[in-house]
């Protein structure tokens, strides 16, 4: 099984991801799911299309985490946990500084995935120092972009064909939109 924040196991990876059900935010009960949130969702989704277009997702290789409650950290950005507005898929084998472990084609689609977020969540691999694991919500809460992303894949959840598992990264006008963005927000 792999690990979720605080120490929550995800029972059946081989289905598909649905990190959100897992994450854990500051004041949740544990008594209760976790509420949901526009950044959950965004989150979650990201996590699927990794799992679908840049590595299976699997308990053996390591930890997924989310909400951390541990204040120490090594680089601005991974402060995100804090406010479970962050996402780290193994970070033990993408650690801080690590850098050029994925192939050119996961790194498209990363960017592929990125891009189709409309630009709400960084990677960590575009940060310095970088941490290709990491990903996280780059606008404020109420952002009226993350409110249009958040709206666009609860669609896509109810609607065929749509969504994680039915894009083809290899589109020319996705990949000229994923550099396009690749750009504006490299550190």
């Known amino acids: 099984m792999a690990q979720i924040g605080l120490g929550e196991r995800l029972e059946h990876p081989e289905r598909p991801l649905f990190v959100h059900r897992h994450l854990r935010h500051p004041g949740d009960r544990p008594d209760r799911r976790p509420a949901q949130g526009r950044h959950r969702n965004v989150l979650a989704y990201l996590a699927q299309r990794f799992h679908y277009d840049v590595a299976r997702l ?81 606008v404020p809460p109420e952002s009226q972009q993350l409110k249009q992303v958040a709206a666009k894949l609860r669609e896509w959840q109810i609607t065929p064909s749509k969504g994680a598992g039915t894009q083809n990264v290899e589109d020319p006008k996705r990949i000229k939109a994923s550099k396009a963005l690749a750009k504006s927000q490299k550190v």
């Open 58 to 138: 699997e308990s053996e290789r390591g930890e997924i985490v989310g909400y951390r409650a541990d204040r120490e950290v090594r680089a601005d950005f991974e402060s995100n946990h804090l406010s479970g507005t962050a996402l780290a898929l193994y970070p033990e084998i993408y650690p801080l500084g690590a850098t050029g472990n994925f192939f050119p084609y996961q790194v498209t689609a990363i960017r592929d995935i990125l891009a189709e977020l409309g630009g709400v969540v960084k990677w960590g691999g575009d940060m310095r120092p970088a941490k290709e694991s990491m990903f996280f919500i780059d």
